[in-house]
């Protein structure tokens, strides 16, 4: 969650600073392109919207069975005893039968939005769509401020300092050194650098 947070900050802050000093027609060509990394952005807000609503309807805290009362539902077609029991029972069936739709829907929207996140973290939410340098950029960004959250947090194990900390490097090394590669793979092979991001 820190780790979308992050990432949802740097890229907003990141794509506004890139629209706001782009030239002329890039700001607005940026702008225009801004529909998947909204919708990559939201998909895990609506999954997380939906498990509420479902979790709430599970508990009960939308409806529950003292909220439907002792209708008689059948119109008086039975007697007022049978009619009551006709009611009784389909009120329990209807219950029972929304529960399982609820619980197939939570286990979903739960699935969505795991895979929601995990697909919205690796693409940086999709802000290689605005301009193909933004995630090269905004990458090492993410795990260089997620390291600094591991150091204040305290390790997650009890390991010497020397094998903690070259663990907690690994990645954001790692990350920065493929964001660099990937840098140079855009400028030598179609001469898109962050002059051209900029249009200067």
């Known amino acids: 969650m820190i780790g979308c947070g992050i990432v ?3 890229g907003v802050i990141a794509i506004g600073l890139y ?12 702008a225009r392109r801004l529909g998947s990394p909204l919708l990559a952005l939201g998909a895990p ?12 309807a599970l508990s009960g805290d939308i409806i529950s069975t003292s909220d439907v009362g002792p209708h008689d539902i059948t119109f008086g077609l039975f007697g007022s005893v049978l009619g009551t029991m006709f009611t009784g029972l389909l009120i329990i069936l209807l219950f029972v039968a929304a529960a399982l739709v609820c619980a197939a829907v939570l286990v979903a929207a739960v699935l969505f939005t795991l895979a929601a996140l ?9 802000t290689g769509d605005v301009h193909e340098l933004l995630p ?3 990458s090492p960004l993410l795990v260089w401020s997620l390291f600094g959250f591991q150091l204040f947090d305290g390790p997650d194990v009890a390991a010497p300092p020397e094998v903690l900390y070259t663990f907690m490097l ?16 855009l400028r030598t092979r179609y001469s898109i650098t962050l002059g051209s991001l900029l249009g200067r």
């Open 136 to 138: 090269a950029l905004l």
């Open 8 to 10: 949802v900050v740097t």
């Open 118 to 126: 995990v697909v919205g973290l690796n693409s940086t939410f999709r």
């Open 45 to 56: 807000v609506l999954g997380v919207g939906v498990i509420w609503l479902m979790t709430a």
């Open 170 to 185: 690994g990645g954001p090394l790692s990350i920065t050194v493929l964001s660099l590669w990937e840098l140079r793979q």
């Open 19 to 30: 629209i706001a000093l782009a030239r002329a027609p890039l700001g607005r060509v940026y």
